[in-house]
């Protein structure tokens, strides 16, 4: 059973609007969350990331909120750009994972012109 | 910046041949990784090694093995290759000391097809 959840598998949006990625976990251990990037024909590349000690984190054109207590985590990108379009990868450790990484299966997102 | 190196981008083998994946990095990374990434399933990781010599199993160790004789280099063996075992496979290091290696560089990746 996936520990953590991407349930949007694509998500399109239009260039200078805001997009929004989400994420879901099960394991209320998991205490450090984070996002990479990844295009075509690369491996991915950290983005963001937050610690459970805090609801939100913020760099540049992208946000990262967390929700303790609904398990849910989010990425905002304002304003989205032709260049943000790639795969977005959630992942999520803690205590119970000792300390890997536990992946989402990832959000192909895709900005329009 | 860092470079983590992957030996060859596109690998296409034979059911039973035994499969050497080679991953170099040159940070001075403590800490290697393999994963394989599959549509729907994500990254799953399959072996990490936090020293020379040393190695971990992750969640899906069966069917592979590693090698970490230098730090810099990272080898992932696919003993006898299974179409099960078609995948793309990402090589990672990270720096961070200790236990915590959240923050990861990857290689481009191998995108292995098994026969």
């Known amino acids: 059973d996936q520990q953590v959840k991407q349930n949007s598998p694509s998500l399109s949006v239009q260039e200078g609007r805001i997009s929004i990625l989400n994420c879901d976990y099960t394991?209320?251990?998991?205490?450090?969350f984070l996002w990479y990037k990844k295009y075509p024909a690369e491996g991915p590349t950290f983005l963001i990331s937050?610690?459970?000690i805090k609801d939100k984190n913020e760099d540049g054109r992208f946000t990262v909120f967390l929700n303790k207590s609904a398990k849910h985590l989010s990425l905002h990108i304002v304003p989205s750009q032709p260049g943000d379009s790639a795969v977005y990868f959630c992942?999520?450790?803690?205590?119970?994972?000792?300390?890997?990484?536990?992946w989402g299966a990832g959000t192909k997102l895709i900005i329009k012109p | 910046d860092v470079k983590v190196t992957q030996s060859s981008r596109y690998l296409v083998k034979r059911t039973g041949e035994k499969v050497f994946l080679e991953c170099v990095q040159d940070?001075?990374?403590?800490?290697m990784f393999w994963y394989r990434q599959d549509p729907g399933l994500g990254l799953r990781l399959i072996y990490f090694?936090?020293?020379?010599?040393?190695?971990e199993k992750g969640d899906i160790p069966e069917g592979y093995s590693v090698s970490r004789e230098k730090k810099e280099r990272f080898s992932l063996i696919l003993e006898s290759a299974s179409t099960n075992q078609t995948s793309m496979y990402l090589c990672?290091?990270?720096?961070?000391?200790?236990?915590?290696?959240?923050?990861?560089?990857f290689g481009s990746g191998t995108q292995l097809s098994v026969l």
């Open positions: 937050i610690s459970s």
């Open positions: 394991n209320s251990m998991f205490d450090y």
């Open positions: 992942a999520a450790s803690g205590m119970d994972s000792n300390y890997q990484l536990i």
């Open positions: 090694s936090y020293d020379v010599k040393m190695k």
């Open positions: 940070m001075d990374h403590e800490n």
């Open positions: 990672a290091s990270s720096l961070e000391p200790g236990l915590r290696n959240e923050k990861l560089f």
